[in-house]
């Protein structure tokens, strides 16, 4: 055992090497080396910092490269997501009729308004008196008019996120529909499915609740443009109780527990107590982009202006401008 450890400890001593004559001589500095193969102090230090300056600059390049790779791959999942919840391919009505309900579950057809296969662009109906069927309002973008994010900006249209799943086309609406002889069209809105809950979000987060609607519409004009005012209904109706119990015809006057001098209809409070289910009316602007005088079908476009939710006439309404497309079939 002790000869053992012995044999471990003298493998562990350093080794010396018999240079004890070479080890005397005194050893030249860095500068005379330089010099003696033809190079300058100077030029070595140069030489140093110009690798070093590679050596950072590869390692830059590295992290960029790695910045670049995970950018690359993270725009091609967003990209990925984008196409796997893609807009489904718009069809025409006799293709969306031939489908099953199974084959329109959960693809979003169902909230598109149909497409019409050849035709003109143009209105191409003659004179006379028609009923609208069929009658289809796909809203494509929704604004509201409110004040910018940034301190004292003017009020604008901004863009929303939609909140509201894809429920909000109008759809079936129909009504009588007449072509002057000076070629201006005239249509009132009579039945269908003419109004559609919808929220939307603004980029402060702000949650903007309104109705989109075109309830007894009456448009005439040019088919290039053509429009008229609708009703547009209380969001909530009169028997709506808010947190507080309070309604329009059902619930508590006010909110306030034995108030105390009247306290219950002070100003402040009135819009709150008084609850206020009046509806307001909205303009709508339609424009014909193609027609096909065979099948009597119609496609178009769209703009309205209406007022959004005032919680019963709490809250001030705000103007949301709904773009989209159309369809509808003459008979």
């Known amino acids: 055992m002790a000869a053992s450890l012995q044999a471990a400890a003298t493998l562990m001593q350093p080794t010396k090497v018999g240079v004890s004559a070479r080890t005397s001589l005194p050893l030249r500095s860095s500068s005379h080396v330089s010099r003696a193969f033809g190079y300058e102090p ?18 830059k390049c590295a992290d960029a490269t790695k910045i670049a790779g995970f ?10 997501g984008a196409s796997a919840e893609g807009v489904p391919k718009r069809l025409t009505y006799d293709e969306i009729q031939s489908k099953t309900y199974m084959e329109v579950k959960g693809t979003g057809t ?5 497409t019409i296969d050849g035709g003109v662009e143009s209105f191409a109906f003659k004179p006379g008196k028609y009923n609208v069927k069929k009658l289809c309002l796909e809203p494509t973008s929704f604004t509201v008019k409110a004040e910018g994010v940034n301190k004292n900006a003017a009020p604008e249209f901004q863009k929303t996120k939609l909140m509201t799943r894809l429920t909000y086309t109008l759809d079936e609406v129909e009504g009588p529909f007449q072509v002057a002889e000076d070629g201006s069209v005239k249509f009132e809105e009579k039945d269908g499915l003419d109004y559609a809950a919808v929220t939307v979000q603004l980029p402060g987060g702000e949650r903007v609740p309104f109705l989109f609607s075109i309830k007894q519409l009456v448009a005439s ?20 109780l ?16 034995l108030p105390a001098g009247g306290r219950g209809d002070e100003e402040d409070l009135t819009k709150e107590n008084i609850k206020d289910s009046s509806s307001s009316t909205g303009k709508i602007t339609l424009s014909v ?31 949301v401008k709904i773009q989209g497309i159309w369809y509808a079939q003459l008979e």
């Not at 004009?221 to 969001?235: A, D, I, Q, R, T």
């Open 71 to 80: 950018a690359l791959a993270t725009s091609a999942l967003i990209a990925s």
């Open 289 to 319: 982009s193609k027609s096909n005088p065979v099948t009597g079908e119609l496609i178009g476009v769209f703009e309205s202006l209406q007022p959004s939710d005032t919680d019963l006439g709490a809250k001030v309404s705000k103007d």
């Open 221 to 240: 004009g040019k088919p290039e443009s053509f429009g008229g005012e609708f009703l547009v209904p209380s969001y909530r109706g009169s028997s709506f």
């Open 42 to 59: 100077a030029a070595a230090r140069l030489t140093c910092s110009v690798q070093d300056d590679l050596r950072d600059l590869a390692q």
């Open 110 to 114: 169902a909230n598109q308004c149909p």
């Open 242 to 257: 808010d947190p507080k119990g309070r309604g329009g015809s059902a619930g508590y006057d006010n909110a306030v527990a």
